[in-house]
């Protein structure tokens, strides 16, 4: 009886002790931190909480700290190795739940984990706070912000766009494809960047001498773009397309030879440093007239372009945002949403990338 009594009890406790558990994993925690949160204590306590990742990534640790317990419930989740051991940091060096979530928004695992380690920095809302910012970059943000007395956001748009490092030192080098690949001063397509699904534009819409080749994607979108055009009685055409990075070392050695390094610095990207790389970008022409910007067709492309998902890549206001002079030809293909996201907002790619893409 005695036996039995034990068994019976023994079965009462676990049938209880798995319901609890079914309960938390209902609410989205592992089964590893609902046993944890059951051996903790803190059943009724997670219950009243609800569903909650930072919650659940502590009880899973081997970092938990009860005396952090309501902390952890307020500062938001970010999929990071060291996340709670982190949090545990900052809130020994006295960040609030809030600044601890900008934190660990702000940064990678290695990112934070290296802020961590420094001393408490003050104000760090005053750039943490903007959407696009980057906890790697903060000391560059301070540093920028005391030489150019710019405002936090404008700061933290200008370094993020490495504006605070010279042009062509140091470059972010890149080797595969991407369609929204950004391309500048400071960002380096390598020798063996390749677009994925080349196609030749068609002989019609050619105005120059041999084959122009561009991205499948970005000649649908002009086929599209040059038949409305037509409508309109307008003529567009293609003066050049994919450059591969052998024809930028041939082209910058050509006009250096002709016209010396300060034209080659304002009007010719250097190798690897050119749009032309990605297979995104063309020269648009008009059929009748030579100088693009003369023609009707210049005029139809800057009203109805970004229709079709094509920037005007280096407009003549923002010569000192993109770092090259005005190319009134060149346009780069972003799919219709951005392109009319930028055309509305009157930014340029390098700006956009910055804000939405760069992660």
Known sequence: MIIGSILLVIIVIFTFYSY???????LGYSDKAAKSIIFKFKYSYVMDIGENKTLNAAFESSDYDADNLDNYAKIDYEEQEHLISNINTLIDKGYSNNEISLIVSKGDDKAVSEFAKRDKVKYIEEFLSISY?????????????EQENDDAETTVLYVNMDFDKEEYVDPLV????DDLVLVNKHRQLSSNYVPDDLVTIDKEYVKADGEIQIERSVAKAFYDMAEAASKDGMELMVSSGYRSYEDQEEITNTYLELYGQNYVDNYVAKPGFSEHQTAMSLDVASKS????????????MMDNAYKYGFILRYPKSKEDITGYKCEAWHYRYVGKDIAEYIHDNNITYDEYYVMFLDK
């Not at 609890?20 to 209902?26: A, D, F, I, T």
């Open 20 to 26: 609890r558990v079914g309960e938390l994993k209902s």
């Open 174 to 177: 890149i080797d595969d494809f």
């Open 289 to 300: 007239v030579n100088t693009f910007v003369e023609s009707d067709e210049y005029g139809w």
């Open 133 to 145: 910012a980057k906890l790697a970059n903060y000391d560059r943000y301070v540093a920028y912000q």
